[in-house]
């Protein structure tokens, strides 16, 4: 049963542009979701996160929008940097899940300079 | 402040023996968590710490695994005895505990070869 899938394994953009990585849920109790970033042979990072009572939030080159409604949340980067190339993993808890996190699939982002 | 801290990085046994990783979290922080990442999967929750208590160890193989947090501080997670399928990463996480503190911070996490 996987709560939280990332449905696009590899996404490819060039430098400069955005990249949007997509997150789909399942359950309806998770409100608040994160965005972290993988190295390889590091751990996962903290990038960005939202509450369920927002629809977006900002950090710099980063944006997360949140669609309740649709249970689909995504991650924008713009302008894309050769740097940003990692896996992304998106994570929700809330509800019976509260102080765990659920995790997507990932999904490996390059940008090409 | 320092991270969390894992060690040790990487570790290759055969199966049937013993292994121990050893997690120290971010100072301060209350909860501790141990996940296992698969190759091209997110991590997955093993057992969760509210001080030393365990408060979730549902998805952790107890006939094989074991954890501990004697002080509520560091913590060992140990499998024995190992199995091929065992392979993976193995990752600490740590969180301030409360409300309004979802952020979990990882370590590098021990990469697990079983032969």
């Known amino acids: 049963d996987q709560q939280v899938k990332q449905n696009s394994p590899s996404l490819s953009v060039q430098e400069g542009r955005i990249s949007i990585l997509n997150c789909d849920y399942t359950n309806s109790m998770f409100d608040y979701f994160l965005w972290y970033k993988k190295y390889p042979a590091e751990g996962p990072t903290f990038l960005i996160s939202?509450?369920?009572?927002?629809d977006k939030n900002e950090d710099g080159r980063f944006t997360v929008f949140l669609n309740k409604s649709a249970k689909h949340l995504s991650l924008h980067i713009v302008p894309s940097q050769p740097g940003d190339s990692a896996v992304y993993f998106c994570a929700a808890t809330g509800g019976t899940s509260y102080g765990k996190l659920t995790f997507g699939q990932g999904t490996i982002l390059t940008v090409h300079p | 402040e320092a991270g969390v801290v894992q060690s040790p990085r990487y570790k290759i046994i055969e199966k049937k023996q013993p292994v121990a990783f050893w997690c120290n979290p971010i100072?301060?922080?209350?909860?501790l968590y141990w996940y296992r990442q698969n190759l091209g999967q997110g991590p997955e929750l093993l057992i969760r710490y509210e001080n030393e208590e365990a408060v979730d160890d549902s998805q952790l193989p107890k006939d094989r695994f074991s954890a501990e947090r004697l002080k509520g501080v560091d913590s060992t997670l140990k499998i024995q005895p190992a199995e091929l399928g065992d392979s993976a990463v193995y990752l600490c996480a740590s969180r301030k505990g409360g409300q309004g503190h979802n952020e979990q911070f990882f370590g590098p996490g021990t990469r697990l070869t079983v032969l």
């Open positions: 939202i509450s369920s009572i927002k």
């Open positions: 100072s301060g922080h209350n909860t």
